[in-house]
């Protein structure tokens, strides 16, 4: 078995090992150096050989000051590194100061349970009256386990919400019911069509969760008048998939597999 020492390096820890790592290389080379004045020292005043005692004098004063010199320029290079890396650092928290902003922001502007009932009613009546279909996505969106903040969370459910509305019609309505859930009415559509644009959902969803796979999902379809007669009971199928929501632990949601339940 294989013992790794020295590649287990925390990721916090690493600027304070790189700054380890250049004070020994530093050290390495002002020892080596001093090690070779120390030999060129004997050679330079002792009997000089072929070339005048002046001349090796001259040589080894130019190296003397040319070794600190290095040492110097290579100590300021990584104080003028480390404060661009820091500064880099300071730059990449706003940006993503700025994304969670403009992501809770986008959340903020999306109508929620009570915008949604009234526009139910009135799509409902519309329906009625024409007798045409109206049909109702629910999704419902859960952080991965690492995601513990609140800031990443916002950032989450933001990602979702963009993902769903990028696959929407003009038509069609995204509501904010709930952190983490979201209704999407879809006017004169059956049950058929809703399915295929269910599929669209969870692509746009799983696009928005990444390779890493941020969050897991999964979607309720209901529809009038194949799973509903009234726009009570799609009201009521919102508010159990809340109670059902509320009550289920995070680790069952993660585990289920995205999908449509009709």
């Known amino acids: ?17 790189m700054w380890q790592l250049w004070v020994l290389a530093l050290t390495t080379i ?15 005043f002792s009997k000089p050989v072929g070339v005048s005692g002046h001349t090796f004098t001259t040589l080894f004063a130019g190296y003397c000051v040319l070794m600190p010199l290095v040492i110097g320029y290579l100590f300021d290079r990584q104080l003028v590194i480390r404060q661009l890396r820091r500064k880099i650092t300071e730059e990449e928290k706003q940006i993503m100061n700025l994304q969670h902003e403009v992501r809770a922001n986008f959340l903020e502007t999306l109508p929620g349970l009570a915008h949604f009932q009234d526009r139910l009613t009135m799509e409902f009546r519309r329906a009625a009256t024409a007798e ?7 999704a419902g969106v859960k952080p991965a386990r ?7 969370i916002t950032s989450v459910y933001g990602d979702a919400a963009k993902g769903l509305t990028r696959k929407l019609r003009g038509e069609d309505s995204i509501y904010h019911f709930d952190p983490g ?4 009415l879809l006017p004169r559509v059956p049950t058929d069509i809703a399915k295929r644009v269910c ?16 969050f897991a999902f999964e979607l309720h379809l209901a529809n009038y008048p194949d799973q509903a007669a009234s726009a009570r009971e799609l009201e009521n199928v919102v508010r159990d998939f809340l109670s059902v929501r509320r009550k289920k632990p995070l680790a069952a949601v993660l585990t289920e597999s995205p999908a449509v339940a009709a």
């Open 1 to 17: 078995m294989q013992i790794k020492v020295f590649d287990q390096i925390e990721p916090k820890s690493l600027e304070r090992r």
């Open 30 to 44: 002002l020892v080596l150096a001093t090690g070779l004045a120390m030999m060129m020292y004997s050679t330079v």
């Open 132 to 138: 045409q279909p109206v049909s109702l996505v629910i």
């Open 146 to 152: 690492g995601l513990s903040s609140p800031a990443d």
């Open 181 to 184: 859930v979201f209704g999407i």
């Open 199 to 214: 599929d669209r959902l969870e692509e746009g969803l799983i696009e928005a969760a990444g390779p890493e796979a941020r």
